[in-house]
Nanobody, 123 residues
Framework: VQLQASGGGLVQAGGSLRLSCTISGYRFEDYSIGWFRQAPGKEREFVAAISWNSITTIYADSVKGRFTISRDRAKNTVSLQMNALKPEDTAVYYC?????????????????WGQGTQVTVSS
């Protein structure tokens, strides 16, 4: 199983970035996918997740209304559109596949993780 995250970079506060996660070697279509992030010196935290059929999405309160998660089943990709970025969004962002079909924020429900992509938001 491989998860390849991309799209990170340096952006000014108020700007936007779009992260992508390409998944291979996995029954992508059966399981929910999530994004997490980890800032220096902090625990990895939940950001967003999407159910197997894209009907349900859930978000951390800190990103609700600014971030949007979506999935393209044909391309085996999951995206995270991030708007109105803030300096506190600075972190390494990871995509992960869960072993559940429903969207979940529980880190322990996630089985496979990508390598992460750095997002830096300057003030």
């Amino acid at each position: 199983v491989q998860l390849q995250a991309s799209g990170g970079g340096l952006v000014q506060a108020g700007g936007s970035l779009r992260l992508s996660c390409t998944i291979s070697g996995y029954r992508f279509e059966d399981y929910s996918i999530g994004w997490f992030r980890q800032a220096p010196g902090k625990e990895r935290e939940f950001v967003a997740a999407i159910s197997w059929n894209s009907i349900t999405t859930i978000y951390a309160d800190s990103v609700k209304g600014r971030f949007t998660i979506s999935r393209d089943r044909a391309k085996n990709t999951v995206s995270l559109q991030m708007n109105a970025l803030k300096p506190e969004d600075t972190a390494v962002y990871y995509c992960a596949t869960s072993h559940r079909s429903t969207a979940t924020a529980a880190r322990g429900e996630y089985r496979y993780w990508g390598q992460g992509t750095q997002v830096t938001v300057s003030s």
